[in-house]
């Protein structure tokens, strides 16, 4: 699980934002959204233009040097903060699994250029690299003796060039959590559906139509049983058009293809659907949905958070629905808030000792958080 996260001069964050997921309290309620002590669940608040898409971003700077997965490129253009004179963006991660802890650090000038990088395993250094200085790398994983220690290329990631190049003794332990890592990085997934289209970055490369992955995997009985679960009264069958089969609603006699008449809503439905098997069937770590009830109402909104608290996922959406914020849905330590260079959760936003009975948005439209 990813446990905290610190982005400095990205985008729209010039000071250090620090995002710590191991602040929580001893609730009593929601105890589901909380795993082995770190937030599990959370739900993200701000407003506009305080930086809700640019921390997934931030979070999910990693991917473009870590794997081969999809990331898209134009979320990270203007890459440093423009009011800032440093030259490079500094990211630092901390996870924590069952066979240890990571800290991983970098440095980069742009989003494929790497110049500073330490990997810290279970309190040790594993592994660093310093390209603004003429030296050898520092490499201390066990099986990794004879690795040649000069990296120049800024594009290769010191840990990539460790995992590709070695065959590390997998019963070392500092090695499994090294490999843990490698795991969780390569299964964090990113996506939103906003009016701009539908964006994913993470977990997989390339692109799939949802319908036809729908159809090909024979989930359309299932899609329809999903959309009548959350209110979306409908019938669904496959068309043959040609050489394609194509997902239609059954309206009396007629097949209307799905996205001729599809709503806003039920169309991100679609792509939520997409990815929840995904996430079901593929065994997803880290799931971050930007904007996640843009389309969508508020029960409905409320639905999928239920639906996503079930799964054994980390998971942060981002919303401005503060009917979502409610003791019923989550807890005060997993509701943060951005804004003023700082993210925090409404529990530590605040000396008053919030309760399962207190109403935190009628607080938190009071400015009780600060915010």
């Known amino acids: 699980m990813l446990t905290r996260f ?6 729209n964050f010039e000071k250090k934002l620090v995002l710590d997921f191991t602040e929580t309290n001893n609730y009593k309620f929601n105890e589901e959204c909380i795993a082995h002590d770190t937030v599990n669940k959370a739900l993200v608040y701000g407003h506009n233009g305080t930086g809700k898409s640019n921390l997934g971003y931030a979070i ?3 991917i473009s040097h870590l794997t081969i997965k999809n ?3 134009e979320h990270y253009t203007n890459y440093l903060n423009a009011n800032s004179n440093d030259t490079v963006a500094s990211f630092c991660y901390e996870f924590k699994f069952i066979s240890g802890v990571v800290k991983y650090t970098y440095t980069k000038k742009n989003v494929t250029t790497l110049m500073k ?4 395993i279970n309190g040790k250094l594993f592994a660093e690299v310093d390209r603004e200085k003429d030296e050898d790398a520092t490499i201390n994983a066990v099986g990794a003796e004879t690795l040649k220690k000069n990296i120049e290329n800024s594009k290769v990631s010191i840990v990539t060039y460790i ?4 065959l590390l003794d997998e019963n070392n332990n500092d090695n499994k959590t090294f490999f843990d890592f490698i795991k969780f990085v390569d299964s964090m997934l990113f996506f939103r559906s906003l009016n701009d289209g539908n964006t994913y970055m993470g977990h997989t490369a390339g692109e799939r139509l949802i319908d ?4 090909e995997h024979d989930h359309v009985n299932d899609f329809e049983k999903f959309l009548n679960k959350l209110g979306i009264s409908c019938k669904l069958d496959i068309l043959k058009l040609g050489d394609t089969d194509i997902l239609v609603f059954i309206i009396g006699e007629k097949r209307i293809p799905f996205y001729d008449i599809a ?4 169309r991100s439905l679609a792509l939520f659907y997409f990815w929840f098997q995904r996430m079901q069937e593929e065994h997803l770590n880290f799931v971050f949905i930007d904007e996640f009830d843009a389309f969508y109402h508020f029960e409905l909104a409320k639905n999928i958070i239920e639906i996503l608290k079930e799964l054994d996922i980390q998971v942060i959406l981002t ?3 503060t009917a979502l914020m409610t003791n019923e849905l989550l807890r005060p330590d997993c509701y943060f808030l951005i804004g003023d260079n700082q993210i925090k959760s409404l529990s530590n936003r605040t000396e008053k000792e919030l309760r399962e009975a207190h109403n935190i948005e009628k607080m938190y439209k009071a400015h009780s958080f600060g915010i």
Do not use: P, Y
């Open 6 to 11: 610190e982005v400095t001069n990205f985008k």
């Open 60 to 62: 999910f700077d990693l």
């Open 71 to 73: 990331i898209n490129a």
């Open 117 to 120: 990088e330490t990997l810290e």
């Open 163 to 166: 995992n590709k190049n070695t």
């Open 212 to 215: 036809q992955d729908i159809i």
């Open 263 to 266: 709503s806003s809503g039920t």
């Open 319 to 321: 919303t401005h629905n």
